[in-house]
Protein backbone atom coordinates (compact mmCIF):
# COMPACT_ATOMS: atom_id res chain seq x y z
CA UNK A 1 0.00 0.00 0.00
CA UNK A 2 1.61 3.72 -1.13
CA UNK A 3 0.43 6.39 0.99
CA UNK A 4 -0.04 9.97 -0.55
CA UNK A 5 -0.05 13.02 2.05
CA UNK A 6 -0.72 16.17 -0.14
CA UNK A 7 0.84 18.74 2.94
CA UNK A 8 -0.89 21.90 0.68
CA UNK A 9 -4.50 20.77 1.44
CA UNK A 10 -5.96 20.69 4.83
CA UNK A 11 -7.03 17.69 7.01
CA UNK A 12 -9.85 16.82 6.26
CA UNK A 13 -10.04 17.94 2.50
CA UNK A 14 -11.01 14.77 0.25
CA UNK A 15 -7.43 15.68 -1.67
CA UNK A 16 -5.49 15.28 1.38
CA UNK A 17 -5.19 12.03 1.14
CA UNK A 18 -4.52 9.08 -1.45
CA UNK A 19 -4.36 5.69 -1.27
CA UNK A 20 -2.55 3.31 -3.94
CA UNK A 21 -2.40 -0.59 -4.43
CA UNK A 22 1.48 0.12 -4.98
CA UNK A 23 4.06 2.40 -6.25
CA UNK A 24 3.70 1.65 -9.96
CA UNK A 25 -0.15 2.78 -9.79
CA UNK A 26 0.95 5.84 -7.90
CA UNK A 27 3.50 6.69 -10.33
CA UNK A 28 0.52 6.53 -13.19
CA UNK A 29 -1.77 8.88 -11.51
CA UNK A 30 0.62 11.29 -11.13
CA UNK A 31 1.95 11.06 -14.82
CA UNK A 32 -1.27 12.01 -15.72
CA UNK A 33 -2.92 13.92 -12.18
CA UNK A 34 -0.05 15.73 -10.45
CA UNK A 35 3.40 15.04 -12.45
CA UNK A 36 4.75 17.30 -9.69
CA UNK A 37 3.55 15.04 -6.81
CA UNK A 38 5.49 12.08 -5.21
CA UNK A 39 4.00 9.28 -3.04
CA UNK A 40 6.46 7.10 -0.60
CA UNK A 41 6.09 3.53 0.05
Do not use: Y
Request: glycine content about 4%; proline content about 2%.
Amino acid sequence: MTVFVNTSKQIGDKDHVKLFANVDAAEKWFEVNDPEGVALE
